[in-house]
């Protein structure tokens, strides 16, 4: 690093600078694995993804294999996915139904709990060798919130819905679409990579400082498509009104008026005339179930939260569930899903897919240019002996509420970021 | 009858069209209830009704794409990449009414400034329809072998 503090945050002189070193130093890499990505709470995946027991999904998180299951009772569970007696992968699939899991090397096999439950030869090993001692390790911490579940390598980490902060809220919001409080994801899986930090996703999933410059040819499909754009008013950029909000921890949100049509329930002529009817459908239960006011909020709301350090619930033109991690200080790779109701109608679930691809995804009108700009950031951050710092100081000489367009949401992930990563290392 | 040599030289002059960014040309080859999917790597067989695609166009959203990728301002194809696609393996596989149902084996080469070369290696599977006595295309599906995209990173041209 460059012998400068990693975040510069002084209030009196308006100025909120990160240090480009946060985002190209391999050192500063391997920092964050041991105190951001061992140290909070990371998505693992959501308990829709795994049904019945002996489901089974692999994942690598924090940058180990697991096996994210149900075992022989259906509870979720997480293992690591490595054997006790050399190390190797008890399950390299990516997923399917299992009973129980192998290791090919020596033979060695696990049950649905865990459990070492069968070791070719066992009788060559020392008498005191016992099956018990080695069933399949779980992280320390495996704690679920709303159906989203999270894995913890701390034990001493405070519980996740406490350190979910305000966020909870906006996670409620999401899972009120369902008239049972139940969301699933969908079938279909996008992993791609981006030739850029991890960091650079985190800002870019939420801020809509950059939407009328990267986004254009995506605004311009949906006036054409006939979505009316009002004017934005004074003060805006955007044709709705919006809020940034720090949400505690380093969770934070944009919240904005929709208006550019959303699943549930706001109706655009891009869904089809015959979609309106499901629409009404779907936002009459809405209000019957949760009352006008919350009702609107959820409907007609658009939401992009963060939660610390690397899940977004971007909830606008459909629900993505999207999680990214580092492969390299300059390269990530990023999975995202769709989620929705599990009463959802096919027609409607047609419509939320549909609506998905329009703006999310490598193949969409508006992910391709995020992920050419978050490439060229990092070209560009080649440079940062000579410029070291970035600019993120929108908003923060106003009192008071803070637009979606200011960036008090983005500081509030760099604040935590930079009290977990501790002092900066000397060159 | 419609033989696999006829098939052959209207995929290579698809791919032509689409090799030199000769995008409206390309949609004259469309039917107008054409489609164009890419399916997610590990479901190729799935509905996008019910799955989460990467690309499940209609017409219209088929057009609006081209107009996007004309723009300037669709940064991730601008400037646009240079391709190279290889058809290969093609195979009638189906004949019903008007229509055929097409397979080949594909090689795109996706080439950008200061990059690694990036292959899309796959299968097209392919609704052609006699329209006035021409052949078109009704749907196109790309299914990707890769298990996932992976370092191919996104799908921003026409695959």
Redesign the interface.
Known sequence: MNGRPMVLNDAAQGRFQVNRAALVDPRVLELEQRRIFDKCWVYVGHESEVKAAGDFKTRTVSGRPLIFCRDSGAAVRVYLNSCRHRGALVCRE?EGSARGFMCFYHGWSYDLDGRLDGVPGESAYPPSFDKRDYPLIEPPRTESYRGFVFVNFDAGAAPLAEDLAGAREYIDLVVDQSPSGRMEI??????????ANWKLLVENSFDDYHLLT?H???L??LK??GVEMKRPQKGHLLPAHGVGKALGNGHAVVDNVNFRGRPVAKWIPVYGEEAKTEISRIREELVARLGEERAARVADTNRNLLVFPNLVLNDGSSVTVRTFYPVAADRM?VRA??LGPVEET?AA??VR??S???FY???G?A???D???LEMVQAGLATWREQPWSIMSRGMAKEGEQLNTDELHLREFWLRWNALMGEPVEP | MISREQVEDFLYHEAALLDSWRLDEWLGLLTEDARYWVPPNESPDADPAATLFIIADDIQRIRARVTRLKDSDAHAEYPHSRTRRMITNVRIVGRAAAELQVVSNFVVYRFRREERVREYVGAYRYTLRQVGGELKIAKRVAVLDALELGTLGSVSFIL
Request: glycine share 8%.
């Open positions: 990516a969908i079938r279909g899986v996008q992993e791609y990579e981006i030739k990267t254009s040819t995506w311009n499909y054409n498509a790779r899903w769709a096919p679930r047609a897919l549909d998905f691809l329009t995804g490598p193949g009108f992910t391709p240019d992920i050419e700009a």
